[in-house]
């Protein structure tokens, strides 16, 4: 994973108190695999916007944009307009509330963020940290970012603070818009599951237990595109659930009391970036990143021994 770089320096508003902070991004987009769109003799394509009435090319410069109130039907905003409604970003994050720690149901959760002191913040900014874990508080505040006004929470870990943006009520769906129909549960089919969860429960999230496998296989793959070899397909694994079928609850549940759990795999090394690749071809900027690793000298099949020559009759 790349080294952390510092987005922004801002402030953390707690009451009378500034502390200033400087803000990262909590997660590495760099680490997925990324393929180009290419062309059939292998350069990049460069997309382009088409106007379904004409069929031409719209260049940016040309572009309006525009909320659809009917069908078909656009009330248009000017590029000065829409500016004007934009929120004036702020390089305060104003605590307005504390709340208890696990208030906020994960689902209102979007982008994450950390915190770190600047300078002459180191003191302030511990304080902080002490007094939320010491409380078993987070805390609520208003943040305009990137010509929108956020809700945000700011936790404390044994690490410092997290800043979580939050959703809004309309951005999120219920379960209890689906109409979930209630069914009855036994209380043995439920004393099994109890036994189950119990039986995997663990103390603990450990997130280098899991690795991404797909990543993992996508990588193999540019490497073999990358030797010359063909890709072969992984085959689906035995314990695979298969769609559609009828189980007794029961006899699965006993069935996984039985099952001995996988122990929890070790940290996998940090995979390479991979290079942008796609059907066999590596552009040039991408190639002189990465090079082809050599291919293994073959080994000469052994000759096959002659046919036997079968005897003429008389």
């Not at 990049?44 to 039907?73: A, F, H, I, N």
């Not at 504390?98 to 900014?125: N, S, T």
């Not at 450990?206 to 990588?219: G, S």
Request: glycine share 6%; net charge neutral; hydrophobic share 40%.
């Amino acid at each position: 994973m790349a080294a952390a770089r510092s987005i922004a320096s801002l402030t953390l508003g707690f009451g009378l108190v500034s502390i200033p902070i400087r803000l990262y991004s909590a997660t590495d987009s760099g680490a997925s695999v990324r393929f180009h769109l290419l062309a059939p003799d292998g350069s990049r394509l460069k997309q382009q916007y088409v106007s379904e009435q004409t069929g031409k090319v719209v260049p940016r410069d040309q572009m309006m944009k525009g909320y659809e109130v009917e069908k078909d039907q656009f009330v248009l905003f000017q590029p000065d307009e829409l500016k004007r409604l934009e929120e004036t970003a702020s390089h305060v994050i104003d605590i307005v509330a504390f709340i208890p720690e696990g208030a906020v149901d994960p689902l209102y959760y979007d982008k994450a963020y950390l915190l770190a002191p600047d300078k002459r913040g180191g003191k302030p900014y511990a304080l902080l940290v002490a007094a939320m874990r010491e409380s078993g508080q987070c805390a609520l505040a208003r943040w305009a970012w990137r010509a929108r006004q956020h809700v945000v929470q700011v936790r404390a870990t044994e690490d410092g603070l997290v800043l979580q943006q939050l959703l809004y009520a309309d951005e999120v769906r219920s379960l209890k818009d689906l109409a979930i129909e209630p069914v009855e549960v036994a209380p043995s089919e439920l004393k099994l599951a109890l036994q189950l969860i119990d039986q995997i429960s663990t103390d603990r999230y450990d997130p280098t237990a899991f690795e991404d496998e797909e990543r993992k296989r996508v990588l193999a793959a540019i490497d073999e595109k990358i030797a010359g070899r063909q890709v072969v397909a992984s085959a689906r694994g035995e314990d695979a659930p298969q769609g559609g079928q009828v189980v007794d609850l029961m006899a699965a549940l006993r069935a996984s009391l039985g099952k001995p759990t996988a122990a929890p795999r070790e940290a996998a090394p940090p995979a390479r970036k991979a290079a942008g690749a796609e059907a066999g071809n590596v552009t040039p900027l991408d190639a002189g990143a990465r090079k082809a690793p050599k291919r293994a000298a073959r080994t000469p099949a052994p000759e096959a021994a002659p046919a036997p020559r079968s005897r003429a009759r008389k």
